[in-house]
């Protein structure tokens, strides 16, 4: 047993992350993931930062549970090869931009001559209709096409994007789940085979669901509201006395009870001025500045033993290496080590999510380019003249 989607087949042609991370996924939960990637180039992800000596650990990192082989698909025999690839595929993951399958005779309709029932999953920034569908898109922009940048940071300053690949992040995860969706429908409830569109935008847009009916409803343009929340009152980062950042946050009535409770301050309960969530809203300058002072009193160890003896949400803010110190993250198993063949061993997040009986692993880090492509060829019936005469001419 290795995972839920075991005997699952994913063919990877995707680039950069958000269509690779989608299949990374899949093979997260026991999915066999074959990624194809153009001689001699490679993924663009091999070339990104940081790197110890010649090797990407953007790589390694996220091209995990993954086969590599080599292959042009723009070429008449790579096209061959592809198509018999996909006679025992399940799902096919691209993110070319909208149209550039077709253009090289891979539309739709060729696929599924191959396999009629593969789930097409395609990426792109903008989405396969609309106006737009023909721009360029990464996930950066998308962050401000969506209207998140709009909102993120402080009030006196300019917009702040993630400083991870966020938006990339979560369109893979949509992508996965669309992909699950579809092969759902296929296999149990016997509906049609699916292609799958998603819009980097559009994932982190479908987050911003109470910006939209907040414009929608009071006419509000939601502005930049730094660590606060824009929906309950306290919430924030908060510096302990010895120095060390924390989030304090109070979502609900209950919880907000329970804070008063660890400062002593039962008398909030029944202020008029702060009793009610929307009355703190409103004096929302005032009831950080009163939680900030009595933190500000504490050292992050007498904060962390009161605030847990209320059960008031809190965390330190953590660093790389708070993490990778931390017992808990260590008890769920979310930092494991991979081997590798220049890094010796790498260091990679866990599986997410975890499954009682079945559960996924992290089977190998991002492999070398073309590792695999022998492999495959061979098992499609292929010799080693055959697969020789490929290489010399540039087609794997």
Known sequence: M???????????????????????????????????????????????????????????????????????????????????????????????????LDRWGLGAERLREANPDLIIVRVSGYGQTGPNKG???????????????????????????????????LTGMYAAMGALAAIYQLKVTGGPVEEVDVALYESIFRMLEVVVAEYAVLGTVRQRTGNELAASSPAGIYESKDGQWMVIVTSTERTFARLAAAMDREDLLTDPRYCTNRARLERREEMNQMLADWAGQRTRSE??????????????????????????????????????????????????????????????????????????????????????????????
């Open 303 to 396: 904060l962390e033993t009161r605030l847990d003896d209320f059960s008031v949400p809190h965390s330190v803010v953590y660093s790389a290496e708070d993490i990778f110190a931390d017992e808990h993250y260590a008890a769920r198993e979310m930092l494991v080590e991979v081997a590798h063949p220049q890094l010796g061993t790498v260091t990679l997040p866990g599986v997410v999510p975890k499954f009682s009986r079945n559960p996924g692993a992290v089977r190998n880090a991002g492999p070398a380019l073309g590792e695999h492509t022998d492999d495959v060829l061979t098992g499609l019936g292929m010799t080693p003249e055959e697969i020789t005469g490929l290489r010399e001419e540039g087609i794997i």
């Open 2 to 100: 290795s995972g839920p989607l075991s005997g699952l087949r994913v063919l990877d042609i995707a680039t950069v992350f958000a269509g690779p991370f989608a299949a990374a996924l899949l093979g997260d939960m026991g999915a066999d993931v074959l990624k194809v990637e153009m001689p001699g180039v490679g993924d663009p992800l091999r070339a990104l930062g940081p790197f110890k000596g010649e090797t990407s650990l953007t790589w390694a990192a996220s091209a995990r549970n993954k086969r590599s082989m080599t292959l042009d698909l723009q070429s008449p025999q790579g096209q061959e090869v592809l198509l018999r690839l996909l006679a025992d595929q399940d799902v096919l993951i691209e993110n070319f931009r909208p149209g550039t």
């Open 135 to 169: 721009k360029a898109g990464f996930g950066t922009p998308a962050t401000a096409y969506s209207g998140y940048a709009h909102i993120s940071g402080f009030p006196d300053r300019p917009p702040v994007l993630p400083s991870v690949s966020l938006v990339d992040y």
